[in-house]
């Protein structure tokens, strides 16, 4: 079992940067990526950021490329997500995810486990 928990959402101004934090425990060890997705009312979720645990190679959604970067402390088990020129649209509630295996890494369905969320609002 992979424990998810993030923190770091809030409400900020367009062209403010926030940074999200992922904290993982349990068989932390056994999982081969971690996500970022995020999820506005009314859409569906959509894939952000992944990177590897080991190597670091990171994958970014176009949508987020040049703004968003994805990082990893292994010695803490934990992923960031630096949000930086943060625009009204960004504004959804964003979740941390957790996989075993390569592959897909903008499909959600791959994934195996999830934390609950932080919420993430840019007003305009």
């Known amino acids: 079992q992979v424990q998810l928990v993030e923190s770091g959402g809030g409400l900020v101004q367009a062209g403010d940067s926030l940074r999200l934090s992922c904290a993982a425990s349990?068989?932390?060890?056994?999982?081969?990526?971690m996500g970022w997705f995020r999820q506005a009312p009314g859409k569906e979720r959509e894939f952000v950021a992944a990177?590897?645990?080991?190597?670091?190679?990171?994958y970014y959604a176009d949508s987020v490329k040049g703004r968003f970067t994805i990082s990893r402390d292994n010695a803490k088990s934990t992923v960031y997500l630096q949000m930086n020129s943060l625009k009204p649209e960004d504004t959804a509630v964003y979740y941390c995810?957790?996989?075993?295996?390569?592959?897909?890494?903008?499909?959600?369905?791959?994934?195996?486990?999830w934390g609950q969320g932080t919420q993430v609002t840019v007003s305009s």
């Open positions: 990177i590897r645990w080991s190597g670091g190679s990171t």
């Open positions: 995810a957790a996989r075993y295996y390569s592959g897909t890494y903008y499909n959600p369905n791959e994934y195996n486990y």
């Open positions: 349990g068989r932390t060890f056994s999982a081969h990526a």
